[in-house]
Nanobody
């Protein structure tokens, strides 16, 4: 099983930047895909960005050009650099990983609040 712990959330003004981190532990060798989702109050959880073990990256249209996902496999870390933040980026950001052994795993989430 894979365990995920997020960090780096906080309060930032519109136009600012934050960097989220996700630390993976457990059966990290089995991870085939890892990335970020977000959930705003009253809204469904949505994809933000993912990166596969082959390096294929997917971004939601809403964050393209502003967010950058990266992965440090040696440290079992995945990052989300968020620039030019907007009020509508306010949400709980959750780390998500797909394991070939156990399926999907979620972190507890980290709150990102963007003030307008």
């Amino acid at each position: 099983q894979v365990q995920l712990v997020e960090s780096g959330g906080g309060l930032v003004q519109a136009g600012g930047s934050l960097r989220l981190s996700c630390a993976a532990s457990g059966s990290t060798f089995s991870i085939t895909l890892i990335g970020w989702y977000r959930q705003a109050p009253g809204k469904q959880r949505e994809l933000v960005a993912t990166i596969s073990t082959r390096g294929t990256i997917t971004y939601a249209d809403a964050v393209k050009g502003r967010f950058t996902i990266s992965r440090d496999t040696a440290k079992n870390m995945v990052y989300l650099q968020m620039d030019s933040l907007k009020f509508e980026d306010t949400a709980v950001y959750l780390c998500y990983a797909v394991s070939m052994l156990k399926g999907g795993s979620w972190g507890q989430g980290t709150q990102v609040t963007v003030s307008s």
